[in-house]
């Protein structure tokens, strides 16, 4: 067994395929209309579906937000060098709601960043 994708309901499609494309340097690897469900989906990732997990982002025609609530808590994605990953983010318009340094309660160098939608994404600096 393996972790396939997780799925993220988003209120303008096109932001935030800006976002995890432009922003975040995901790719789309593909991407279907329902039109009898009246939704779309978009599957985004860092690599092909076949070997690696991806987001799948949940467009329901007509509805533009969503109640995020207190269950979710946020994806991450490991970055070689954060610093320069929140500076780039940044120059591409995305935002950093925390900024790059060590975990609360540990050595752990992380830094947050917020989707269109107000998800939260985790950066993670993976050791050299």
């Known amino acids: 067994m393996r972790l396939l994708h997780t799925m ?27 039109p009898g469900g009246e939704f779309t989906l978009a599957f985004v990732g860092y690599g092909d579906e076949v070997d690696h997990t991806v987001l799948e982002l949940t467009y329901n025609w007509g509805v533009e937000q969503y109640d995020l609530g207190t269950g ?16 780039n983010i940044r120059l591409r318009g995305g935002k950093v709601t925390r900024e790059p340094g060590p975990m609360k309660h540990g050595s752990t160098v992380i830094a947050f960043v917020e989707d269109p939608n107000g998800y939260k994404v985790e950066l993670i600096q993976i050791p050299s």
Do not use: W
């Open 72 to 87: 979710y808590g946020h994806i991450a994605i490991g970055v070689e060098d954060i610093y320069t990953t929140c500076a």
């Open 8 to 34: 993220l309901r988003v209120g303008n499609l096109e932001d935030s395929l800006k976002f995890y494309c432009d922003v975040l340097g995901m790719k789309l690897l593909r991407q279907k209309e329902y």
